[in-house]
């Protein structure tokens, strides 16, 4: 990762005396190391670094230490499938199918809503480390992914929320992050236009990332609205994969599976899509796991 990228954090923020939340991400050095690890062109790092964004939103407001939010898109465009993790350490990783795309800027802007894809969904699983996941479904409004989460908050959660993503990019990232404002239960009739009239300023976020330190930030966002600090939490682009989860994978395969791997190749090799970390298997290795399959 480049050193000279400020650690990414998150801010918790009390609006309007209890009766709103904000959440306010700094994402710089996230989008940066994803953007080095897949070669992503411009535009699929404008669009995989909002998707991480929001993902890592949604993974700290899991209350289950061992849980973890799974975000997928699956647009039209020629990015192909996108998809992102994120867990309540703060830890995210992503991947994008098609991370060469790149398409001409429109006005200025890069154009994520032609490349992720006007039509397609976005899907949104929680894994709370028990029971069944739960999984909210939506079609996507733009593929510019703010008003897709929009859209999923309100149809699927049941919570209307403003959320402005973000990234600016050239050779490397010079600023991302995301902006989730949330209405909580018990407020008063007029709340909701409050917030709306900041709504054209929370849409300039990945400007107002580069221009502005984080308290002088929070205090331009959220002007009139009585913002609070309520906490912070360091976040960062980590994957979790391991020699022993492929391992697990491999076996969960099962005999038949395994032994005709044994049979055609002798040995296999695993890429991890999200850190391209390689894993190889010799045959004997396979044998072994195939021994663990098959007990009783």
């Not at 005396?17 to 996230?30: E, F, H, K, P, Y």
């Not at 939103?57 to 898109?73: H, Q, R």
């Not at 703060?90 to 199918?97: E, F, L, N, S, T």
């Not at 989860?245 to 999200?274: K, M, P, W, Y």
Request: glycine content about 12%.
């Amino acid at each position: 990762m480049n050193q000279t990228v400020p650690a990414d954090i998150l801010y918790r923020i009390d609006l309007l005396n209890g009766q709103a939340r904000g959440l306010l991400l700094r994402s710089t050095a996230m989008a940066e190391e994803g953007r080095r690890i897949h070669g992503l062109s411009r535009t699929a790092t404008a669009a995989l670094g909002r998707l991480m964004s929001m993902t890592c939103i949604m993974g700290a407001l899991l209350k289950e230490d061992k849980g973890s939010v799974s975000c997928i898109v699956r647009g039209d465009g020629p990015l192909g499938t996108m998809i992102a993790v994120g867990r309540p350490t703060g830890d995210v990783k992503g991947y994008v199918q098609q991370p060469d795309v790149e398409l001409p800027r429109v006005e200025g802007k890069l154009p994520v809503g032609d490349a992720v894809g006007r039509h397609g969904t976005l899907q949104v699983i929680k894994d709370l480390g028990f029971g069944e996941p739960y999984s909210g479904q939506v079609n996507l409004v733009s593929g510019e992914l703010g008003e897709d989460f929009a859209l999923y908050f309100t149809a699927s959660e049941q919570t209307p929320s403003l959320v402005s993503l973000g990234v600016l990019t050239g050779d490397t990232v010079q600023a991302a992050g995301g902006l989730l404002v949330q209405l909580l239960p018990g407020a008063l009739q007029e709340a909701p236009g409050l917030l709306e009239a900041r709504a054209p300023v929370f849409s300039h976020i990945s400007s107002l990332l580069a221009e502005w330190g984080d308290e002088a930030l929070i205090h331009r966002l959220f002007e009139g609205l009585e913002p609070k600090v309520l906490g912070t939490q360091s976040v960062r682009y980590a994957c979790d994969c391991s020699r022993e989860r492929v391992e697990r994978a491999l076996i969960s395969l099962g005999r038949a599976e395994l032994e005709q791997l044994i049979r055609e190749q002798d040995h296999c090799t695993v890429d991890c899509q999200f850190c391209n970390s390689r894993r190889a298997f010799s045959g004997q290795e396979l044998r072994a796991l195939l021994d663990v399959a098959t007990r009783p």
